[in-house]
């Protein structure tokens, strides 16, 4: 089954971008690469309850097995030891990816409480854009009953684009709600 956001991009989204950027060769029309979704959870990750909690929410919400990831150095300030599990990161590509971003602009962006858009102030300047969320309630996938407490999470999207423009206008034409100015 093909993605209707990955349909849509091939057919509206790549000659709308390619005219727009004034592109030569439809490669150099920007595209989503990935998506990376991941929860740092510092020293509570000691905690194996919390640290399966949030492998089984990551997996719920995205269809994927998620990666602990490990601190890499040891800092005795921070009472954290080579090789500790500090967070969860999941990385998304292809039909996965598409059906992600479906379900996050059209389910979970119109559940989150006054919300008027995203802040443009997420780009750095090769068009990616960074966006975190404050509970994982916004996702219908996730119980009430089974969230003990809210955890934040970041998205990032990743593009290909060559400038924080060209990655912006790629994502408002997927139909993400980006606010114009602050």
Known sequence: MV??????????VLGSLYKSLNCTNIHQVPKLVKIKINRGLGLSAQNSAVLNKTINEFRVITGQQPVVTLARNSVASFKIREEMPLGVTVTLRGDKMYSFLDRFINI???????????????????????????????????????????????????????????????????????????
């Open 3 to 12: 993605a209707k956001l990955r349909s849509e991009y091939k057919e509206k």
């Open 108 to 182: 979970a962006l119109p559940r989150s409480r006054d919300f008027q858009g995203l802040n443009p102030k997420g780009f750095d300047k090769f068009g990616n854009y960074t966006v975190g969320l404050t509970e994982q309630l916004l996702f219908p996938e996730i119980s009430y009953d089974s969230v003990d407490q809210a955890r934040g999470f970041n998205i990032t999207f990743v593009t290909n684009a060559k400038t924080r423009d060209a990655g912006a206008m790629l994502l408002r034409e997927f139909g993400l709600p980006i606010r114009e100015k602050i």
